[in-house]
């Protein structure tokens, strides 16, 4: 069952965390060749980011594609905008884009919503 204020909870989590992943696994164990392939891109630029493991949070799971018109897994959001899936994020590394958008970024200090990782 859902809880009246996982909409409210994801929000907090995108609003308060620069660069964050919702994903199936963890940064350093992911579940899905895809999440691995968004946290390894990420790393590959040296980029920190939260990170949210949707397969330990059902409500968020469920609730995150109608808050982000986005249906799959991972979803990577950067200065509170959805950037999109693993496709989107390979093409953005591939083409200097991603880049781009991760020099705007500013990290603020970690909270109790989502977990950070920097490797």
């Known amino acids: 069952m859902k809880t009246p204020d996982t909409e ?3 929000r907090a989590q995108i609003d308060e965390n620069a660069v964050i992943l919702f994903m199936k696994g963890t940064a350093d164990a992911p579940e899905c060749g895809f999440s691995r392939a968004v946290v390894n891109a990420l790393n590959q630029m040296d980029q920190a980011f939260a ?4 397969l330990a949070a059902p409500q968020i799971r469920e ?3 109608s808050i982000s018109a986005w249906p799959t897994y991972p979803q990577l959001f950067v200065n509170g905008e959805l950037v999109g899936g693993a496709d989107i994020v390979l093409a953005m590394q ?6 781009q958008l991760l020099a705007t970024v500013h990290i603020p200090a970690s909270d109790d919503h989502a977990t950070t990782s920097k490797h």
């Open 51 to 54: 990170y949210v493991n949707v």
């Open 94 to 99: 591939a083409d200097g884009s991603l880049a």
């Open 8 to 10: 409210a909870r994801i």
């Open 63 to 65: 609730k995150l594609p």
